[in-house]
């Protein structure tokens, strides 16, 4: 039995790659929504409810400050989830974890809107993986 040309094997380890790859962002996309909604569980189990200030807006966080009904000031290291639309010096209502004050969300938002972006990024990348395997599958019968 002879091994295939040098090219041939090469295009199927890089689809086979492109696989996997896809495979491992698929399974991060599945965990995300899930992380979020066990987030929300969270918070709707210890619910507590005030009104935050933002204090920063940027591409990876967005920062607010807000006070507990025991006087504390709680500014969540690592933002607010669902912070879309939000601008800096903005008032707006939150809800948190009275059992763990650093994890809050804007109110009435939920991990149904994690969805959307999740999902569109996935199509997105079984798209583009898609069209380079079948590229490289056509490529390789022409030679």
Request: include cysteine.
């Given at each position: 039995?002879?091994?295939?040309?040098?090219?041939?094997?090469?295009?199927?380890?890089?689809?086979?790659?492109?696989?996997?790859?896809?495979?491992?962002?698929?399974?991060?996309?599945?965990?995300?929504?899930?992380?979020?909604?066990?987030?929300?569980?969270?918070?709707?189990?210890?619910?507590?409810?005030?009104?935050?200030?933002?204090?920063?807006?940027?591409?990876?966080?967005?920062?607010?400050?807000?006070?507990?009904?025991?006087?504390?000031?709680?500014?969540p290291s690592q933002g607010v989830l669902y912070p879309e639309g939000l601008s800096e010096g903005d008032n707006v209502r939150v809800e948190y974890d009275q059992t763990?004050?650093?994890?809050?969300?804007?109110?009435?938002?939920?991990?149904?809107?994690?969805?959307?972006?999740?999902?569109?990024?996935?199509?997105?990348?079984?798209?583009?993986?898609?069209?380079?395997?079948?590229?490289?599958?056509?490529?390789?019968?022409?030679?």
């Open positions: 039995m002879t091994k295939p040309p040098l090219g041939v094997r090469v295009r199927r380890a890089v689809s086979r790659a492109l696989l996997v790859v896809g495979g491992v962002v698929t399974l991060v996309c599945v965990l995300l929504p899930i992380a979020c909604w066990r987030d929300d569980v969270a918070i709707e189990k210890h619910l507590g409810q005030a009104v935050a200030q933002v204090d920063s807006v940027a591409f990876n966080r967005t920062i607010v400050r807000y006070a507990t009904p025991d006087g504390r000031v709680i500014i763990n004050p650093e994890l809050v969300r804007v109110a009435g938002r939920t991990a149904v809107l994690s969805l959307l972006p999740v999902g569109t990024f996935l199509g997105s990348v079984w798209i583009v993986i898609a069209a380079v395997v079948t590229v490289l599958r056509r490529f390789g019968t022409q030679v």
